[in-house]
């Protein structure tokens, strides 16, 4: 991709300082001091985000996994989410190498496999309870997860110690029950104790229903959907 350059007049202008609050503090607190890096992790976690586990499978069939809560929808028409990963994790080069993996979102009772996952335990696939759909990307964890995507690796982009796997999503399978697992501020909550908060007294519009284009639903046994 070819880089534009960008000619200026005269000198480079300094970065205009945040202006003083009230109190004559900075408004923008990001900004170590010193002129080090900020430490993003603080912000991070004050977004509470839903759990996940991203597994794969080697050449020789042998599981590869990690929790990730950095997943995102990217589009719908093709459907495509992104991952972001730990550029020195092992799962991410066995994943880049087979190009299939599967997302599977955690629900409120997995928190002890989001932490096995988490730890990098390396008998954690005997630990838990998995099975591989025919055409999966990946184990699906069907102890601990509520909806899984399997995905095709369509691009990767390596940025600082991370890297984010796009990816075109092949099929999604969602259970009904039970609710999903998430995590914020350091801690994890339920999507039920969230959902029973009364809403905002100026909220009187009802939320929009969750539309997937061009998909059809197979129904299963135990409650489970299929989209395709």
């Not at 039920?192 to 939320?207: D, I, L």
Request: glycine fraction near 8%; proline fraction near 12%.
């Amino acid at each position: 991709m070819p880089h534009h350059s960008v000619s200026r007049s005269g000198p480079p202008q300094p970065h205009p300082r945040p202006a003083p609050a009230p109190g004559g503090a900075p408004v923008d607190a990001a900004v170590a001091s010193g002129g080090r890096q900020p430490d993003l992790r603080p912000f991070m976690a004050a977004f509470p985000t839903g759990v996940s586990i991203v597994t794969t499978l080697d050449s020789d069939a042998a599981p590869h996994g990690l929790t990730c809560s950095s997943v995102a929808s990217v589009a719908l028409a093709p459907p495509t989410l992104v991952v972001c990963i730990r550029a020195a994790s092992p799962t991410l080069s066995v994943l880049l190498a087979q190009g299939h993996f599967a997302v599977n979102l955690l629900h409120e009772r997995a928190r002890a496999a989001s932490d096995l996952f988490a730890s990098g335990a390396p008998d954690r696939f005997d630990r838990t309870e998995w099975r591989l759909p025919l055409g999966a990307g990946g184990p699906h964890l069907t102890a601990d997860a509520h909806a899984v995507a399997d995905c095709t690796v369509v691009r990767a982009v390596g940025f600082g110690d991370h890297t984010a796997v796009f990816a075109e999503v092949d099929r999604v399978t969602v259970r009904d029950d039970p609710q999903p697992l998430l995590y914020g501020l350091r801690r994890y909550a339920l999507w039920s104790e969230a959902a029973s908060a009364p809403p905002p007294a100026a909220a009187g519009r009802p939320a929009p229903a969750l539309v997937r284009p061009n998909a059809t639903a197979t129904a299963t046994e135990g409650g489970t959907r299929v989209v395709r």
